[in-house]
Structure formats: C-alpha cells, structure tokens
C-alpha cells in the first residue's frame, strides 16, 4: 500500500463550499481505491495514489505492470473501473463516472507524451497556440505572448516558425512541453517522454522538467526509466508491480535502502 495513500487530503473544501486550490507542499491528487481492467487482465488493483503539489514523483516498474494505465486516468483519457480521485480539492471521479467537476479543472492537467504528437503542417507557434485560442478563447495577442515565454522556459525560443519536421526529437519533445505549458497546468504527466532519445538529450529534456518543477512550482509525474534523473530530482519514487504500487518513498529509501525484492531485482536490471 501508497505510503502517502493515508495522508489527508489538502486543498479540499472550505466550510463556505469553495474549493481551495492547492498551494505546494499540499495534496494535489489523490487516488482512492482505483481499478482498471481490459478484458480478463487487471492492470490497476485498487491504486491508492497521492501526489503533492510542486512535486516530482517518478513512477517506475516493468512493462504492462500499470504506470501509464494511472497517468491515463489522471488526465481523463481513460476512465477507471472503479475508485474516487481528487485534483486540486474538487471529486473529479467517482460512481464509476467522471464528475461535472473534471470539466473545471481538466485543463489544469497536461500530458506529454514519447511520440510528441505535434501537428506536422503546423509551426511551433500554431501548434502551441491552437487549443489555447479554441477552449480558453485566448486573443492572437495574448496566445503569441503565453508562447514566447513557454518556448523561453524551455529553451526553444529561437525556434518559433520552425515545423517539427526541421527540429531533432529533443527540441520537439521541449516543444510538446512548452504546448502543455500554454494552458498553466498545476500537473504535468509524462509517460516515457524520453525513451526515444539519446542520453544527454534525455538529460536535457528531464532537466526542463526539474526547472519547471523549482520555478513555475509545477508538479510532475513522470514515468521513466531514467534512474539517475529519479535518484537526483525525484520528490517521490513509486514502484508499481503487477498492477499494484509496492514501494512509494523517498529516492535515497527506495535506491539505497529498500528491502522489497522486486525493487532490487528491477533497480539491477535498469541500472546494468
């Protein structure tokens, strides 16, 4: 069971009905009970999950064991089969349902994902500035505006007019950062958005991450097999195995000082 799964849950409602939105250092999500199976197989058995906000929590475990079936349900991408889950202090799933709540705050959820999915007869700035403009209803003014500064934080600025066919897979994956970073997400999701990449890009790419993290506050989950990069920035390493969360520590707990077998056996093999 989740080490934080017993954690009250911060940034809930006020005794006046409004939410209160989480500030760093509170609980941003919290998963309850959540299950998700695809035919006979379950991938999820009843996940217990808190994150808290300013966060970077690296999920790591082998393949199919279900890391990216949680990042899923988090974004709204896929619906558990059963469970509750908070964001920000608003029900956003339960009853087997997704809750009116989750259209208020989606958007505050970004997911980035390994094959970048970036519009390829776009530029840089279409392709960031499209949602902005259609759901938020942001002026060209202002949606160029949020632009510059998201491909100045991660240092893409001088690519603005390029197509994605012109920049290298590191600069498209800054790209699809800065494109999740035009709608002010408190949450980015990452499912092995660097596994695609040559190590020092990686590097480059994670780095963004940890900057993100320490100067816009914005928390991170990120599923990854980057130990090096879980063991230095990691807030939280969460180990899942057959479909259930085995170890939720710290880096230096889970890297240096674990007792799980499954954690040592997985640590060995990605390291070596």
């Known amino acids: 069971m989740s080490e934080a799964g017993s954690a ?7 005794g006046s009905g409004r939410a209160i939105s989480a500030t760093k250092g509170d609980i941003l999500v919290s998963c309850q009970g959540l299950q998700k199976s695809f035919g006979d197989r379950e991938v999820m058995k009843s996940i217990d999950f808190d994150m808290r906000a300013g966060d970077i929590t690296v999920i790591i475990g082998r393949s199919g064991s279900g890391k990216s ?9 896929t619906d558990p089969d059963d469970g509750r889950m908070v964001f920000d ?11 009116p ?7 505050h959820v970004g997911m980035i994902f390994q094959s970048y999915t ?3 007869h776009m530029d840089v700035l279409k392709n960031l500035t499209l949602a902005p403009r259609k759901r938020l209803g942001m002026t060209e003014k202002d949606a160029l505006g949020r632009a510059e500064k998201a491909l100045a934080e991660v240092g893409m600025a001088d690519h603005i007019h390029s197509k994605p066919v012109q920049l290298s897979g590191g600069e498209r994956q800054r790209v ?12 980015l999701l990452c499912d092995e958005i660097t596994s695609a990449l040559d190590p020092p890009v990686a590097a480059e790419v994670l780095d963004v991450l940890r900057r993100l993290k320490e100067e816009e506050g914005i928390a991170v989950a990120l599923v990854t097999h980057d130990m090096a990069f879980a063991s230095k920035a990691a807030d939280r390493v969460v180990f899942f195995h057959q479909g259930e969360i085995a170890v939720n520590t710290t880096p230096d707990e889970a890297f240096n000082h674990t007792e799980d077998p499954e954690l040592k056996k997985f640590i060995e093999a990605v390291r070596f």
Do not use: C, N, Y
Request: proline share 6%; charged share 20%; glycine share 6%.
């Open 101 to 107: 709540a989750w259209k208020q705050v989606d958007s």
């Open 8 to 14: 009250p849950t911060s940034g809930a409602h006020s």
């Open 69 to 77: 079936t949680l990042l899923r349900a988090i974004a709204g991408l």
């Open 118 to 120: 970036l519009w390829p």
């Open 89 to 99: 202090g608003e029900v956003v799933f339960e009853d087997q349902k997704r809750t």
């Open 176 to 187: 699809a950062i800065a494109r999740a970073l035009m709608m002010q997400p408190k949450l």
